[in-house]
């Protein structure tokens, strides 16, 4: 069974840092792309952040380019996002999702499997 756990959020002030982490069981991580998406409330889902299987492609949002980095630790199994300088926008639960397909996309419709998400939120 194919399972996405998602750990690390929790309250901080603005400029402060959390990584978030996306554990895998069930499957190998390394073998598919992994996405980090946020849900703000009364907002849609939006993409944040995504790395390709082979880390040779990484996509962030315009809203978090310089200030959030995703990579992979296979040996864990386990994907990161490390989030510095937070804003109070940047509030959100946070989501990790698996493509079970080869290829790579960076939106959610490409992503099959989700965590059940991770709130964070910053405060001014």
């Known amino acids: 069974q194919v399972q996405l756990v998602e750990s690390g959020g929790g309250l901080v002030q603005a400029g402060g840092s959390l990584r978030l982490s996306c554990a895998a069981s069930?499957?190998?991580?390394?073998?598919?792309?992994i996405g980090w998406f946020r849900q703000a409330p009364g907002k849609e889902r939006e993409g944040v952040s995504c790395i390709s299987s082979s880390v040779d492609t990484t996509d962030y949002a315009d809203s978090v380019k310089g200030r959030f980095t995703i990579s992979r630790d296979n040996a864990n199994n386990t994907v990161y996002l490390q989030m510095n300088s937070l804003k109070p926008e940047d509030t959100a639960v946070y989501y990790c999702?698996?493509?079970?397909?080869?290829?790579?996309?960076?939106?959610?419709?490409?992503?099959?499997?989700w965590g059940q998400g991770t709130q964070v939120t910053v405060s001014s």
């Open positions: 069930g499957f190998t991580l390394d073998y598919y792309p």
């Open positions: 999702a698996a493509a079970g397909r080869t290829g790579y996309g960076c939106y959610e419709d490409f992503y099959d499997y």
